[in-house]
């Protein structure tokens, strides 16, 4: 069974651009969520969907950020415009219940 | 959310057992103890999760303290594979399964 898959692996891109990164969730998990760990820094929560609603999104740093999830199947957060401090490592993650989550290989952000 | 502290760093060697400590004084009686490690360029891991009752599953073992004020993860016989970043994480469980990684514990493992 294919695992959490996330596009691009990396991502170079000037401030001010837009960037979207895909993650296609395991199949049947209805909970999905993004996490990110920008440079020095913890993993930190971003936001939680369950299908395709938001259950919690405190943790989305600010407006430039946009997540959505189609159908409750893949994920899409869009960064626009990026700024610097966007650069980081973003992951996502699936679960089908609240014991343990899985998580994508990551996608490595670089704003310049 | 509940806090945790574990040791910057440990060192094992090949084929010992490793017991990674981790203390969360302040845990609530709902709260679940949840373990996962990251191992170099790659996303986090589930290793083993609980409640109140020590735990074993093929990857480890989690015994946790009669108070829960403190737990510890136990890697029988560490290998090379296990070295990573271990992460010991507190949720409330049900809808709100957000976790919150700390600095976690460096586990370097010796051939």
């Known amino acids: 069974e294919a695992g959490v898959t996330q596009f691009p692996s990396h991502s170079v891109i000037e401030k001010g651009q837009t960037v979207t990164l895909r993650c296609d969730p395991i199949?049947?998990?209805?909970?999905l969520y993004w996490y990110r760990r920008v440079m020095g820094k913890e993993i930190k929560f971003l936001l939680h969907f369950v299908k395709e609603s938001k259950q919690d999104e405190s943790g989305m740093p600010n407006n430039r950020f946009l997540a959505e999830r189609t159908g409750g199947t893949y994920s899409t957060l869009k960064v626009q415009p990026a700024e610097l401090e966007d650069s980081g490592v973003y992951f996502c993650?699936?679960?089908?219940?609240?014991?343990?989550?899985?998580f994508g290989q990551g996608t490595r952000l670089t704003v310049v | 959310d509940a806090k945790t502290t574990q040791p910057n760093s440990m060192e094992s060697n090949e084929e010992e057992p490793v017991h990674l400590p981790c203390n969360h004084s302040?845990?609530?009686?709902?709260?679940?103890i949840h373990w996962y490690r990251q191992l170099p360029s790659q996303g986090p891991e589930y290793v083993i999760h609980g409640l109140t009752s020590n735990v074993n599953n093929r990857m480890a073992s989690l015994a946790i303290a009669e108070d829960r004020k403190s737990s510890t993860l136990i890697l029988h016989r560490a290998t090379l594979r296990d070295a990573a970043v271990y992460y010991c994480?507190?949720?409330?469980?049900?809808?709100?399964?957000?976790?919150?990684f700390g600095k976690g514990t460096l586990l370097t493992v010796n051939p």
């Open positions: 993650a699936s679960s089908q219940d609240y014991t343990e989550a899985f």
């Open positions: 994480i507190l949720g409330s469980g049900g809808s709100n399964y957000k976790l919150t």
């Open positions: 302040t845990i609530s009686g709902t709260d679940y």
């Open positions: 199949s049947g998990h209805d909970n």
